[in-house]
């Protein structure tokens, strides 16, 4: 119910923005992470917009994003979305989880994700986790 609650928020946010969901917020509105509380909601844009409560990541272009539409919002496919978090290194818990259930819903294996070269080995570390996520 609450990631319902959070998607159908977002989508109320962001209705008629012209954006992508990006980094956490993205891992959230996908089902990747197990969500929790974010002050703000992440989105790539073309330029800045006065929308409250958002954190803004100006791009040259939002076509060149790999994204897909999905439930009424575009937002950064389930691949980009890891590349992302991977890239950002940010919350080391939100990486994880986002690993561990990319992990389980893919029958325990990271097969198709594409990691760029130059993450592997932060993917390498974060991945060791996340196959131990679930077993504690």
Known sequence: ??????????????????????????????????????????????????????????????????????????????NRTITDLLEQDGDGQIITESLANYYEEHHRSFDGLEIPVHLRQRFEKYRAWAREYYRE
Do not use: P
């Open 1 to 78: 119910m609450a990631v319902k609650a959070y998607n159908d928020e977002l989508r109320a946010l962001l209705a008629g923005v012209e954006c992508v969901l990006a980094y956490d917020t993205a891992a959230d509105y996908l089902g990747l992470t197990n969500g929790g509380y974010r002050e703000m909601v992440q989105i790539f844009v073309r330029e800045k917009q006065d929308i409250e409560g958002t954190e803004q990541y100006v791009v040259s272009s939002l076509v060149d994003i790999e994204s897909a539409e999905c439930n009424g919002l575009v937002c950064t496919t389930v």
